[in-house]
Nanobody
Framework: QLQASGGGLVQAGGSLSLSCAVS????????IGWSRQAPGREREFVAA????????HYGDSVKGRFTISRDNAKNTVILQMKSLKPEDTAVYSC?????????????????WGQGTPVTVSS
């Protein structure tokens, strides 16, 4: 089970940190990622991280502003978001895949969690 939390309302230029808690599985065996979907738009890849945390991948629109990290001891993945823009407004969901990071990027992971909404006001 994947449970995202930490969403809310923030002003443009502000920061927010999202958490993805993983339960019921051997967390350290999975690649974990974040995607987002704004109303009326297609789902967009945001970030992903490998089992060890040594490799990270970001969507072009968030590079340099968002940072993904994981704590296997706590079964949690964190998405730190800085310099937020109104166009970052979306429902953010975490996902997990046991095979490779690319499946997170293209949106075909083994598992999806429920999302958490983020609203960035201008």
């Amino acid at each position: 089970q994947l449970q995202a939390s930490g969403g809310g309302l923030v002003q443009a230029g502000g920061s927010l940190s999202l958490s993805c808690a993983v339960s019921g599985r051997t967390f350290s065996n999975y690649y974990i990622g974040w995607s987002r979907q704004a109303p009326g738009r297609e789902r967009e890849f945001v970030a992903a991280i490998t089992w060890s945390g040594s490799s990270k991948h970001y969507g072009d629109s968030v590079k340099g502003r968002f940072t993904i990290s994981r704590d296997n001891a706590k079964n949690t993945v964190i998405l730190q978001m800085k310099s937020l823009k109104p166009e970052d407004t979306a429902v953010y969901s975490c996902s997990a895949d046991s095979r490779n990071l690319q499946r997170l990027v293209v949106g075909t992971p083994d598992y999806w969690g429920q999302g958490t909404p983020v609203t960035v006001s201008s």
